[in-house]
């Protein structure tokens, strides 16, 4: 395939990532989004086999890795659970990364195979790019697999903090562009992989300050990192499709990260530096101990709901554990029979990743016009009759606006206690995955009700 063609056919590429992007902006056009997105990456990845045109042993090979890994991939998308889906991104970023780092080692130590110039006299351009996306590559391979530790529950979400840790990033990251500077200088290969350890090791050390609060940023930061990575190894490939879906890939994802951290108001800066200036997360488990809580049952919360004018709906984690969004639908559904105005409360990080309820809500088919953000809904809650909280917590905790020594003080919360009755659908009184106390458990007009997100919902469904 000509040059001229193949950049056509790579421009369509991007033109579909984009309108993919913009599909997926919003729960009524994601699943087009989706499909453009898929025809996109079809496009690019039929037209790079057709502008390498060696169909050698090599091409045999690298067609035998690509139905391995697509099929391990596909395997693992049919088999994860809603609920697993934040370790599963972090996951495959970690892979874009390391991805990112074995193509970027290809081409330093067989630069003739890439058109970079010779062993020991690569282009200064070529090197420049490598480096860059030898070392971001590294940074979100580790810093991935130690979110994906921490989102497993293999580590502790708690802050791992030392001292002199900030000081430590720095140098390392100013020993990052010294290395790069002296490898465009030299092109040793002994500070090519002093520069890609390092990266590694900054990786770590970034994400293990941050605690489970700001999980969802770290989410969306990574997913940033790998498409800077996947960019700067496409300039090196000269690869046009490469370097638009990273270019795209990263700003979107550092587009996400602010977001997130203005719904969470966090500092962006401060997150992206490995959570500078993060507070311990503690679990108050004496002052659960002296709390008294009112605990209800199904027929209460269907007593309550099928004489209130308004119910709003808050999910979170929880109901994505349980799987009951489907049983939220059917209680739904019999309270408008009684003449109930529903709403669902939605929280930008609700679930642990962004829109996780948005897509387990139209699972169940629930209507794009009864949920709505918190900027959109936070005002209601003072003239709602029940607030229905289903395996929400951090996004729920009054401390955010009353505890400056909270890990979550100044994060916007959902105002559920201004409800009239507010019924909090729980297994236990533990903590969020902030690691802290919820104050909404013990206030006078919260109903706790300790069972199974789905079972307990359905038992309201029996008494409605």
Known sequence: MSANLSATFYLISGILFILALRGLSSPETSRQGNYLGIAGMVIAIVVTFLSVGNFGLGFIYVIVFLLIGGSVGAFIAFRIPMTAMPELVAGFHSLVGLAAVFVAISAFLNPDAFNLGSLGNINLASLIEMSLGAAIGAITFSGSIIAFLKLRGIMSGAP??????????????????????????????????????????????????????????????LNSYSGWAAAGIGFTLENTALIITGALVGSS???????????????????????????????????????????????????????ASSVIIVPGYGMAVAQAQHALREMVDALKKNGVKVSYAIHPVAGRMPGHMNVLLAEANVPYDEVFELEEINNDFANCDVAYVIGANDVTNPVAKSDPQSPIYGMPVLDVEKSKSVLFVKRSLSPGYAGIDNDLFYRDNTLMLFADAKKMTEEIVKNL
């Open 160 to 221: 791992i903090t030392f001292k002199g840790q900030h000081f430590l990033n720095l140098i390392l990251g100013i020993s990052i562009l010294i290395l790069i500077f002296y490898l465009c200088r030299s092109q040793s290969s002994n500070i090519f992989w002093a520069l890609v350890a390092i990266s590694f090791l900054v990786g770590v050390l970034l994400i293990i300050p941050i605690g489970g609060a700001d999980m969802p940023v770290v989410i969306s930061m």
């Open 253 to 307: 994802g550092a587009i996400l990260s602010y977001i997130m951290c203005k719904g969470m108001n966090r500092s962006f800066f401060n997150v992206i530096l490995g959570g500078w200036g993060a507070t311990e997360q503690t679990n108050s488990e004496k002052s659960k101990e002296q709390k008294p809580v009112k605990n209800g049952n199904a027929d209460d919360a269907a007593f309550l709901m099928k004489n």
